[in-house]
């Protein structure tokens, strides 16, 4: 028994530690107002092609001309001509100056839960504050124009909708006719194909299609360590590959001022940049090989603003009058949806394109788990009911498993006094103890580690459907009952002001809401369910843990505190079941008893 509660103290102890870290070290420490001061914007365009067998690359280029920096976001866009798009889900634009996919904004999606509140913007111009987009092109030969940051391109029509897509054309003067036809669906991706065409005879050149999506400045993170933000991407036979940005400082220079990791000669895949709820991935065609980079460019100087890039390039394509060169590249830009995501995965034959959301290193279970989840939240309409039931479903499948874990406590508990016969028998002798010990098992048949094997079994789902609760949108602005209008945003109400009766504005740090304090009392009922520890400072660790758990926890997103109390209390009456089910003493109402300074006068 002793030897459990230990091993219980140690996973508590554990799950302590590593929550404790992410709620008060592992927090970014980004200035904010450095971000709100970004300077004007980096761009790029290509440059020199790049050596036989290298993979080739747009070249870095100096920050923008300030003059023609926008001090705002709408004044980046108002700067230059623009193609509109306007899709049942997608507003934005494109640059007529560059071709740029640079203004792209979620119609379905506000930051906040207010419908008033603005849309969830996701790409912003080069020149502007904030820079992030998607730029595609060709790196050229030696003496051949091709389109730049400055190119000015005619578009066949004002707008772009998922039924009108629209095509760009530029004419090098040189003999070479470049087009790019711009199509979008209902969703979030865009597919761009590139071509390339001779004009006249004796026209040859050799251009190399490449795509990037950059972002300018370091955005706020999260900063959990079941997260990851940054860059990231399924490199062929390379798998999947995540930096955040901090790890892009570590990275092998490859030219001045840009560090960068790079992959040759993959096929299948993507690669790009995610937030928690959004990202943004090249798709290239899914059966040629593509070079990709992984970079981050940063001036030498203090207070440089860094922008990373996610990059692939082809293989040089030879154009003449007979033979045109043309590229496909689909960008996808948007919310990661779980039920979208698959689907562009199967339509498009993308490699591993679904770990564009950050499933772990449990997918095995991660991702079933959300399914089920999926599937219960459809027919009932409500995502934290959903999680309540499949919480009941869990403990369910693990029931057996607990009950054998009862059983064998019961068990201990009623050959503790031979346990102890044996201890003074041998009281010098721990060899012979163990020995004795052994054999006690034997006879009564106790599996002695048979209440730790349910423990550990369990843990990976509880992490799996942890996770699933914390990195799916699904989740994001659910309503629940009452007073919990986000589920995944922490509970608003706070103790410190009686949940709202006092006019007093609560501090972040103080916000201790209504559902963290019924996850400590449930927490602290389970303790209270076994024999109180022997040892002082385990009895005062297991006695403020409830405690403990409750501040930690009320920054996290209601839906977790939810579900972390709906486990504790489904815990409470398994346990309490099962022990009296099998004769074996709850010792709640004896704690209880002991806590208010009153003895027990008959067992529970």
Not at 207 to 218: D, K, L, M, N
Not at 537 to 562: C, D, E, H, N, R
Request: include cysteine; hydrophobic fraction near 45%.
């Amino acid at each position: 028994m002793q030897d459990n509660k230990n091993f219980f103290l140690a996973i508590a102890l554990s799950m302590a530690v590593l929550i404790g870290w992410n709620v008060f070290f592992g927090m970014p420490t980004l200035d904010q107002q450095r971000k709100e001061a970004t300077a004007p914007a980096q761009t790029a365009q290509p440059g020199a092609p790049a050596a036989p067998g290298a993979p080739a690359s747009p070249a870095v280029v100096p920050p923008v001309d300030p003059a023609r920096a926008a001090p705002t976001r709408d004044a980046a866009i108002a700067a230059t001509q623009r193609i509109v798009i306007d899709t049942p889900r997608v507003r934005g634009s494109i640059s007529l100056r560059g071709g740029d996919i640079d203004d792209i904004a979620l119609k379905d999606y506000r930051e906040t839960v207010d419908p008033k509140s603005p849309n969830i913007i996701v790409f912003s111009p080069a020149n502007g504050p904030d820079a992030y987009f998607a730029r595609i092109g060709w790196l050229p030969s030696s003496g051949i124009a091709v389109p730049t940051a400055d190119t000015i391109w005619t578009a066949s029509a004002t707008s772009l909708s998922e039924q009108a897509p629209v095509t760009l054309t530029w004419d090098n003067g040189q003999g070479l006719l470049f087009k790019r036809l711009v199509a979008i669906d209902a969703n979030f991706m865009v597919t761009v194909t590139d071509s390339v065409e001779a004009t006249r005879q004796g026209v040859e050149a050799s251009v190399t299609p490449y795509s990037f999506i950059r972002r300018v400045g370091t955005p706020v993170v999260a900063g959990f360590y079941i997260l990851h933000e940054g860059l990231l991407g399924v490199i062929g036979e390379n798998g999947l590959q995540e930096f955040s940005y901090s790890s892009m400082e570590k990275e092998p220079l490859r030219a001045a001022n840009e560090r960068a990791r790079e992959f040759k000669d993959a096929v299948g895949g993507f690669i790009g940049i995610t937030d928690k709820y959004w990202a943004s991935a090249l798709v290239p065609d899914q059966t040629k090989p593509f070079n990709a980079a992984f970079s981050m460019t940063k001036a030498p100087t203090q207070g440089a603003i860094p922008s990373y890039q996610t990059i692939i390039t082809h293989a040089p394509a030879k154009v003449d009058a007979a033979t045109p060169a043309s590229s496909v590249t689909r960008i996808f830009v948007g919310a990661k949806e779980v039920r979208l995501i698959d689907r562009y995965q199967q339509d498009y034959n993308i490699k591993l394109f679904d770990r564009l959301i950050d499933w772990g290193w449990f997918y095995w279970i991660t991702k079933p788990l959300f399914k089920l989840l999926d599937i219960i939240y459809h027919l009932v309409g409500n995502f934290g009911v959903a999680i309540l039931i499949v919480t009941v479903l869990v403990k369910l499948v693990f029931f057996p498993l607990a009950n054998k874990s009862y059983v064998s406590m019961a068990k201990m508990k009623a050959v503790q006094p031979e346990m102890v016969r044996i201890k003074e028998q041998y009281p010098d002798d721990r060899v012979k103890q163990q020995q004795e010990l052994m054999e006690l098992y034997k006879k009564e048949k106790i599996n002695p580690l048979a209440g730790c094997l349910p423990v550990i079994i369990q843990i990976p789902v509880f992490f799996a459907l942890y996770k699933v609760l914390f990195v799916t949108i699904e989740m994001r602005h659910a309503p629940f009952f009452g007073w919990i209008r986000d589920l995944a945003a922490p509970d608003p109400t706070s103790i410190f002001n009686l949940f709202g009766l006092l006019p007093w504005s609560v501090p972040a740090i103080l916000l201790i809401g209504v559902w963290p304090i019924i996850m400590g009392i449930t927490m602290f009922v389970q303790m209270k369910m076994n024999p109180e520890p022997t040892d002082p400072i385990q009895k005062t660790m297991f006695t403020w843990m409830p405690v403990f758990f409750t501040y930690l926890l009320a920054s996290f997103p209601a839906g977790l505190v939810i579900y972390w109390s709906w486990n504790n209390l489904l815990s409470v009456m398994q346990q309490y079941f099962i022990m009296r089910r099998q004769g074996v003493k709850v010792e709640l109402w004896d704690n209880l008893r002991g806590l208010f300074g009153k003895k027990a006068d008959k067992p529970a």
